[in-house]
């Protein structure tokens, strides 16, 4: 592939504006609430294009892409009933008692309603968890330069991987390291544009190509096109996994246990300048969020409908001529999707069977190259770039407030100065860059970086909100109880996962690692799995141990747990901007979207 100049200068200028923004940010630097909370200061609409901005990294744009040609129109169901819920429910439930506390992290409510020892758990699973993802996103950058040849004949072909991971790195380091969380609220939402308008032709003129949705559902078997047929059994849908097994794992557990407790996402909205805005922050992203499946999805949808024989878009033709490719019955389709290639050493991967394994991460990548002309596909790669961007910085600042907060000032300079954290914020962000770096060299053994999150979510937020559920909304939770459910749920988790494997894996990263025990269709129905064991364990363990220890009073209890925290008072808002009334309407598009596509 061969960029023209208008191409680069696209990127170039992409890139001059994000480092702008930290370099202007700079100044207004003056203290640690500055740096980790953006002083609590910005309007509710840029915090809510930053909440779903920070969620719409690699994982969101490669990784539902990649869902999507993997396994078909079910992906919706990561946003339509693994997301949108569990947003509604943050904004009207949840954001009162974060912001209300005054808490500056996730970890820190816990402190404040269990104990130092359940925060601690916390803190560290956390930060280890923002790395991880912080990698994914950095992998899957360098992963797309190094399969588009960008600089081919610039860096020798075995080192471009290398220093993409490095470059990316560089780049990010230095505009968070400046400007901290207002910095990356700002690029977040020239991210958010940048990814609609790079993607929007796109899906145009990829739907005008395979003849439009009917010429996809004409391509592809129908459990890729319908999202709830096939769901009655595990093997007759592509997700491998049943309804229980999906409404728990994704629609409660791993849903609910992210958008609730994921610093991530919390952060940005504890950035917003009133609590009426804050509840609103999750509501006002949930609108943009629930559309993103026809951005981010139906690209992989297309790319495995397209054959290679299948002209560009500068030939005029009909959407019945666009058509080339028979149903698929029976086998994964792949169509232009490419076999994957282990970017450490070049050479094909194969599966347990000596098939080839197709590397559905490449899935709008390579559909960006079969439709895109010069100048758009500057505009397309730039879109690409600035969601690994949005990924790597939005999990880079949710470990520096965590480690900064968390665990330096808990546990090891309690008296410093508020210069001194600032100072420590900054270098923690060096920190939390590093470990990604090596986070991005794991994450080469999975051909789908969902698959990859869901695992780590699985380990990390499952567990994580039972503890929440608990102590939000019953007052005889204990510390000693929610500390305790924290351990038995992780190591659920982990017995789980070692336990179990996908089919046609080898034991190991993917599971297996202990004894096989028993085979998931799919990766992603381990992950639901992992998650519903992690947090059942918890939930039991901690009604169990609270019911043996002796609970806190009421008193101290206010403001962190619902039956004893006053609610919001909303008497002076008109009925249509009552956080309650969006959430009504959040709802019923939700409702609308699910009966179209079931």
Same mark, same amino acid.
């Given at each position: 592939?061969?960029?023209? %100049?208008?191409?680069?200068?696209?990127?170039?200028?992409?890139?001059?504006?994000?480092?702008?923004?930290?370099?202007?940010?700079?100044?207004?630097?003056?203290?640690?609430?500055?740096?980790?909370?953006?002083?609590?200061?910005?309007?509710?609409?840029?915090?809510?294009?930053?909440?779903?901005?920070?969620?719409?990294?690699? #994982?969101?744009? =490669?990784?539902?892409?990649?869902?999507?040609?993997?396994?078909?129109?079910?992906?919706?169901?990561?946003?339509?009933?693994?997301?949108?819920?569990?947003?509604?429910?943050?904004?009207?439930?949840?954001?009162?008692?974060?912001?209300?506390?005054?808490? +500056?992290?996730?970890?820190?409510?816990? +402190? &404040?309603?269990?104990?130092?020892?359940?925060?601690? =758990?916390?803190?560290?699973?956390?930060?280890?968890?923002?790395?991880?993802?912080?990698?994914?996103?950095?992998?899957?950058?360098?992963?797309?330069?190094?399969?588009?040849?960008?600089?081919?004949?610039?860096?020798?072909?075995?080192?471009?991987?290398?220093?993409?991971?490095?470059?990316?790195? %560089?780049?990010?380091?230095?505009?968070?390291?400046?400007?901290?969380?207002?910095?990356?609220?700002?690029?977040?939402?020239? #991210?958010?544009?940048?990814?609609?308008?790079?993607?929007?032709?796109?899906?145009?003129?990829?739907?005008?190509?395979?003849?439009?949705?009917?010429? =996809?559902?004409?391509?592809?078997?129908?459990?890729?096109? @319908?999202?709830?047929?096939?769901?009655?059994?595990?093997?007759?849908?592509?997700?491998?996994?049943?309804?229980?097994? !999906?409404?728990?794992?994704?629609?409660?557990?791993?849903?609910?246990?992210?958008?609730?407790?994921?610093?991530?996402?919390?952060?940005?909205?504890?950035?917003?300048?009133?609590?009426?805005?804050?509840?609103?922050?999750?509501?006002?992203?949930?609108?943009?969020?629930?559309?993103?499946?026809?951005?981010?999805? &139906?690209?992989?949808?297309?790319?495995?409908?397209?054959?290679?024989?299948?002209?560009?878009?500068?030939?005029?033709?009909?959407?019945? #001529?666009?058509?080339?490719?028979?149903?698929?019955?029976?086998? #994964?389709?792949?169509?232009?999707?490419?076999?994957?290639?282990?970017?450490?050493?070049?050479?094909?991967?194969?599966?347990?069977?000596?098939?080839?394994?197709?590397?559905?991460?490449?899935?709008?990548?390579?559909?960006?190259?079969?439709?895109?002309?010069?100048?758009?596909?500057? !505009?397309?790669?730039?879109?690409?770039?600035?969601?690994?961007?949005?990924?790597?910085?939005?999990?880079?600042?949710?470990?520096?407030?965590?480690?900064?907060?968390? =665990?330096?000032?808990?546990?090891?300079?309690?008296?410093?100065?508020?210069?001194?954290?600032?100072?420590?914020?900054?270098?923690?962000?060096?920190?939390?860059? !590093?470990?990604? %770096?090596?986070?991005?060299?794991?994450?080469?053994?999975?051909?789908?970086?969902?698959?990859?999150?869901?695992?780590?979510?699985?380990?990390?937020?499952?567990?994580?909100?039972?503890?929440?559920?608990?102590?939000?909304?019953?007052?005889?939770?204990?510390?000693?109880?929610?500390?305790?459910?924290?351990?038995?749920?992780?190591?659920?988790? &982990?017995? @789980?996962?070692?336990?179990?494997?996908?089919?046609?894996?080898?034991?190991?990263?993917?599971?297996?690692?202990?004894? %096989?025990?028993?085979?998931?269709?799919?990766?992603?129905?381990?992950?639901?799995?992992?998650?519903?064991?992690?947090?059942?364990?918890?939930?039991?363990?901690?009604?169990?141990?609270?019911?043996?220890?002796?609970?806190?009073?009421?008193?101290?209890?206010?403001?962190?747990?619902?039956?004893?925290?006053?609610?919001?008072?909303?008497?002076?808002?008109?009925?249509?901007?009552?956080?309650?009334?969006?959430?009504?309407?959040?709802?019923?598009?939700?409702?609308?979207?699910?009966?179209?596509?079931?």
């Amino acid at each position: 592939m061969t960029l023209s %100049i208008i191409d680069w200068l696209i990127m170039l200028v992409y890139f001059m504006f994000v480092l702008g923004i930290g370099f202007a940010l700079k100044r207004y630097m003056r203290t640690s609430n500055d740096f980790f909370l953006a002083g609590r200061s910005i309007p509710a609409w840029v915090c809510g294009l930053a909440f779903i901005s920070a969620n719409l990294g690699a #994982q969101e744009v =490669i990784g539902m892409g990649a869902s999507g040609a993997k396994y078909g129109i079910n992906t919706s169901h990561f946003y339509w009933i693994g997301a949108i819920p569990a947003m509604v429910f943050v904004g009207i439930f949840m954001m009162p008692f974060y912001y209300g506390s005054k808490a +500056r992290s996730v970890p820190e409510y816990l +402190r &404040l309603r269990f104990d130092e020892k359940t925060r601690a =758990i916390n803190a560290f699973s956390f930060a280890i968890m923002t790395v991880l993802s912080s990698g994914i996103s950095m992998y899957a950058m360098a992963l797309l330069i190094q399969t588009l040849g960008l600089f081919h004949g610039i860096i020798p072909d075995p080192y471009i991987f290398h220093v993409s991971v490095f470059l990316s790195a %560089i780049i990010v380091l230095a505009y968070i390291f400046l400007g901290g969380l207002t910095s990356a609220i700002y690029n977040e939402v020239l #991210q958010f544009f940048l990814i609609v308008a790079g993607f929007a032709p796109l899906v145009w003129i990829g739907l005008r190509n395979v003849g439009g949705w009917q010429g =996809i559902k004409h391509t592809l078997p129908a459990t890729m096109t @319908h999202s709830w047929r096939g769901m009655a059994h595990a093997n007759t849908n592509t997700l491998g996994v049943e309804w229980i097994g !999906l409404s728990m794992g994704l629609g409660f557990v791993l849903s609910f246990g992210y958008w609730c407790t994921d610093f991530l996402v919390i952060q940005r909205a504890m950035a917003a300048d009133s609590e009426v805005s804050a509840r609103r922050v999750p509501l006002i992203a949930a609108i943009p969020k629930m559309f993103f499946p026809f951005l981010v999805i &139906l690209p992989g949808l297309i790319a495995v409908s397209v054959s290679s024989k299948v002209v560009s878009s500068g030939q005029n033709l009909s959407a019945s #001529q666009a058509v080339v490719t028979a149903p698929v019955e029976g086998a #994964q389709p792949h169509g232009i999707v490419p076999q994957k290639i282990n970017p450490l050493n070049g050479k094909p991967v194969l599966d347990n069977h000596g098939q080839p394994v197709y590397n559905y991460d490449l899935a709008i990548p390579v559909l960006l190259l079969h439709y895109f002309p010069t100048g758009i596909l500057g !505009l397309g790669l730039t879109a690409l770039l600035a969601s690994f961007m949005s990924g790597m910085a939005g999990n880079v600042t949710a470990f520096n407030t965590v480690w900064t907060y968390d =665990i330096y000032q808990a546990y090891i300079n309690k008296k410093a100065t508020d210069a001194h954290y600032l100072w420590m914020g900054r270098m923690a962000t060096i920190g939390g860059i !590093l470990l990604s %770096i090596a986070a991005a060299y794991a994450a080469t053994n999975f051909n789908n970086i969902m698959d990859a999150l869901q695992l780590v979510f699985s380990f990390v937020n499952a567990p994580l909100f039972a503890t929440f559920l608990l102590g939000m909304f019953w007052k005889r939770t204990t510390g000693h109880a929610a500390f305790a459910g924290l351990i038995a749920g992780t190591l659920a988790a &982990l017995l @789980h996962h070692g336990l179990s494997i996908p089919a046609n894996t080898a034991a190991g990263i993917h599971g297996g690692w202990i004894a %096989i025990v028993h085979h998931y269709p799919s990766d992603m129905a381990q992950n639901f799995w992992t998650a519903i064991f992690a947090f059942s364990v918890n939930l039991v363990i901690t009604v169990a141990v609270s019911l043996v220890t002796r609970p806190r009073e009421d008193h101290e209890l206010v403001g962190l747990v619902y039956s004893l925290t006053p609610k919001p008072v909303e008497t002076h808002l008109e009925w249509y901007q009552k956080p309650s009334t969006l959430a009504f309407g959040v709802l019923a598009m939700l409702v609308v979207l699910n009966l179209v596509f079931a």
